[in-house]
């Protein structure tokens, strides 16, 4: 029997260096370039610069090897992907490349080749492959659930990493740009706005730390407006069976219906998806890029600057206000205050006339009253004699009652009047009431005195009237009907 001789464990250091192995190779770069699905130029400088790199100073590029499918495994061959079926095609092959490449693994793998059978796995599978990618609907439906990068990045990076970490992603994402889409039918008509943008060579670069402002915003302004066309009908169908419903096992048209109204709803609901995430790529992009941030700034500083100008002429423009409406108000109260002055000087000369007035009328009620006392008057009563001196204080001034109170004697004849001028006083009564000249209520004065003469007997006066004197008597009566008081008709 052996013996068995038992160790203790190896005893390995602990404080081993550690170095960082950057991956390389013309292998790497083929995987990188199926990954994120490179253009063939960026792909060839690659390839170049990996087999310059292998082949030293000849620069010699070695014709690359497709891979066998007999010798691949059942469980390798359901990884591979139909361009690596047909050949190792690029993404972006063409149909006529399509087909070379099929008709080439035809001759390889076709069961009359091999002798595997009508059921060999690796025929069906390039047949399948070829079904798949020459019909545009189904190659864009398989295109669109390849291995791919959904990544984006957190949004809280700084400054210094903002365009190697966006870049790469944006660049990534142009795959799917439905802009760029060769199947997709593009507009032949001559107008300008076509001819502009059959001039665009491409979308909009992502540019540098030096890139125009414009040239920014026309870059976020494209991916603003951007369409996918990456079609998730595949992974919805897979989701679908995945829930018990497998559409090719139906019997059912009704079945058969709802599979697929529920593989379209999935396809949808992905489709959102999927321009969500685009969507938060540029807002997170937006948010952390340092040329928008420097642009808000400025616009910011912009503002500010605006609104202190703005502040600054509105502060002037009250200033000025207040100052004009101080200004108005002084001279509002040095106005008023005039006005009020000569208002009170007014007020006090009327006060002054007033008083005048009211000497000059008392002096004539008692020139009047004495006059009247003497019977020597016109008056036939007191009452006619009142009703006469007020009408007169009423409709003259004082300094035309002076007069008439002068006529008469002035203060200093109260107790002995001079009656001749009376007969001013009563042509003034007359005159202001039937509104008649002087000189005609004299005439009338006379007239009527030589009448009442004629009658007591001391001359016969015969006197006919004019058609003048009647037409006055006519106005007179109409305008003092026999209606009125005696004392004011007459």
Same mark, same amino acid.
């Given at each position: 029997?052996?013996?068995?001789?038992?160790?203790?464990?190896?005893?390995?250091?602990?404080?081993?260096?550690?170095?960082?192995?950057?991956?390389?190779?013309?292998?790497?770069?083929?995987?990188?370039?199926?990954?994120?699905?490179?253009?063939?130029?960026?792909? +060839? +400088?690659?390839?170049?610069?990996?087999? !310059?790199?292998?082949?030293?100073?000849?620069? +010699? *590029?070695?014709?690359?090897?497709?891979?066998?499918?007999?010798?691949?495994?059942?469980?390798?061959?359901?990884?591979?992907?139909?361009?690596?079926?047909?050949?190792?095609?690029?993404?972006?092959?063409?149909?006529? *490349?399509?087909?070379?490449?099929?008709?080439?693994?035809?001759?390889?793998?076709?069961?009359?080749?091999?002798?595997?059978?009508?059921?060999?796995? /690796?025929?069906?599978?390039?047949?399948? $492959?070829? @079904?798949?990618?020459?019909?545009?609907?189904?190659?864009?439906?398989?295109?669109?659930?390849?291995?791919?990068?959904? !990544?984006?990045?957190?949004?809280?990076?700084?400054?210094?990493? #903002?365009?190697? /970490?966006?870049?790469?992603? #944006?660049?990534?994402? &142009?795959? #799917? @740009?439905?802009?760029?889409?060769?199947?997709?039918?593009?507009?032949?008509?001559?107008?300008?706005?076509?001819?502009?943008?059959? !001039?665009?060579?491409?979308?909009?670069?992502?540019?540098?730390?030096?890139?125009?402002?414009?040239?920014?915003?026309?870059?976020?302004?494209?991916?603003?407006?951007?369409?996918?066309?990456?079609?998730? !009908? &595949?992974?919805?169908?897979?989701?679908?069976?995945?829930?018990?419903?497998?559409? @090719?096992?139906?019997?059912?048209?009704?079945?058969?219906? #709802?599979?697929?109204?529920?593989?379209?709803?999935?396809?949808? $609901?992905?489709?959102?998806?999927?321009?969500?995430?685009?969507?938060?790529?540029?807002?997170? $992009?937006?948010?952390?890029?340092?040329?928008?941030?420097? +642009?808000?700034?400025?616009?910011?500083? *912009?503002?500010?600057?605006?609104?202190? /100008?703005?502040? %600054?002429?509105? %502060?002037? &423009?009250?200033r000025e206000t207040k100052e004009r409406t101080e200004t108005e108000q002084k001279k509002k109260a040095v106005r008023e205050a005039t006005e009020k002055e000569e208002k009170a000087v007014a007020k006090a000369q009327k006060e002054k006339e007033k008083k005048i007035l009211r000497k000059a009328k008392a002096l004539m009620r008692k020139?009047?009253?004495?006059?009247?006392?003497?019977?020597?008057?016109?008056?036939?009563?007191?009452?006619?004699?009142?009703?006469?001196? @007020?009408?007169?204080?009423?409709?003259?001034?004082?300094?035309?009652?002076?007069?008439?109170?002068?006529?008469?004697?002035?203060?200093?004849?109260?107790?002995?009047?001079?009656?001749?001028?009376?007969?001013?006083?009563?042509?003034?009564?007359?005159?202001?009431?039937e509104g008649k000249s002087r000189e005609e209520v004299i005439a009338i004065l006379k007239r009527e005195k030589a009448l009442k003469q004629g009658k007591n007997g001391s001359a016969n006066i015969s006197c006919v009237w004019t058609d003048e004197q009647n037409k006055q008597l006519q106005d007179g009566l109409s305008k003092f009907p026999a209606s009125l008081d005696k004392n004011e008709r007459w």
């Amino acid at each position: 029997m052996a013996c068995v001789k038992t160790i203790s464990a190896l005893d390995w250091p602990t404080n081993l260096p550690t170095k960082t192995v950057q991956c390389a190779g013309l292998a790497f770069i083929d995987w990188e370039a199926f990954r994120q699905g490179i253009e063939d130029e960026s792909l +060839e +400088e690659m390839n170049s610069e990996g087999n !310059s790199c292998r082949n030293g100073v000849s620069g +010699e *590029e070695p014709k690359k090897e497709t891979t066998n499918l007999l010798k691949v495994s059942s469980r390798r061959l359901d990884k591979l992907t139909y361009y690596d079926v047909l050949g190792d095609l690029p993404l972006h092959a063409t149909a006529e *490349e399509m087909k070379k490449a099929y008709h080439k693994a035809c001759l390889a793998y076709h069961p009359d080749k091999t002798g595997r059978g009508e059921d060999d796995e /690796v025929f069906l599978k390039v047949k399948a $492959a070829f @079904d798949t990618l020459s019909d545009k609907t189904k190659r864009k439906a398989y295109d669109s659930q390849m291995p791919f990068d959904d !990544s984006i990045p957190k949004g809280n990076e700084i400054e210094a990493e #903002f365009y190697d /970490v966006y870049g790469p992603v #944006f660049e990534r994402n &142009l795959r #799917f @740009d439905d802009r760029l889409n060769p199947d997709k039918k593009q507009p032949v008509s001559g107008g300008k706005k076509n001819r502009k943008k059959k !001039s665009q060579k491409g979308p909009p670069s992502f540019g540098n730390n030096d890139t125009p402002l414009d040239h920014v915003h026309a870059f976020y302004d494209y991916w603003t407006h951007f369409e996918s066309w990456r079609d998730f !009908s &595949l992974e919805a169908a897979k989701l679908t069976n995945n829930e018990n419903f497998d559409a @090719d096992n139906v019997d059912s048209r009704y079945e058969k219906r #709802f599979i697929q109204k529920e593989i379209d709803r999935k396809a949808k $609901a992905l489709k959102r998806e999927e321009m969500a995430r685009i969507n938060l790529l540029v807002e997170r $992009a937006m948010a952390v890029d340092p040329r928008l941030r420097r +642009e808000k700034i400025r616009a910011q500083l *912009e503002k500010e600057r605006i609104e202190i /100008v703005k502040r %600054e002429k509105q %502060e002037q &423009l009250e200033r000025e206000t207040k100052e004009r409406t101080e200004t108005e108000q002084k001279k509002k109260a040095v106005r008023e205050a005039t006005e009020k002055e000569e208002k009170a000087v007014a007020k006090a000369q009327k006060e002054k006339e007033k008083k005048i007035l009211r000497k000059a009328k008392a002096l004539m009620r008692k020139l009047c009253i004495a006059a009247f006392e003497t019977g020597k008057t016109f008056w036939t009563s007191m009452d006619a004699m009142y009703n006469d001196v @007020d009408y007169l204080c009423e409709q003259l001034d004082a300094v035309q009652l002076g007069e008439l109170s002068a006529n008469l004697g002035g203060a200093d004849a109260i107790e002995n009047p001079e009656l001749e001028g009376m007969v001013l006083v009563q042509a003034k009564v007359v005159s202001l009431r039937e509104g008649k000249s002087r000189e005609e209520v004299i005439a009338i004065l006379k007239r009527e005195k030589a009448l009442k003469q004629g009658k007591n007997g001391s001359a016969n006066i015969s006197c006919v009237w004019t058609d003048e004197q009647n037409k006055q008597l006519q106005d007179g009566l109409s305008k003092f009907p026999a209606s009125l008081d005696k004392n004011e008709r007459w």
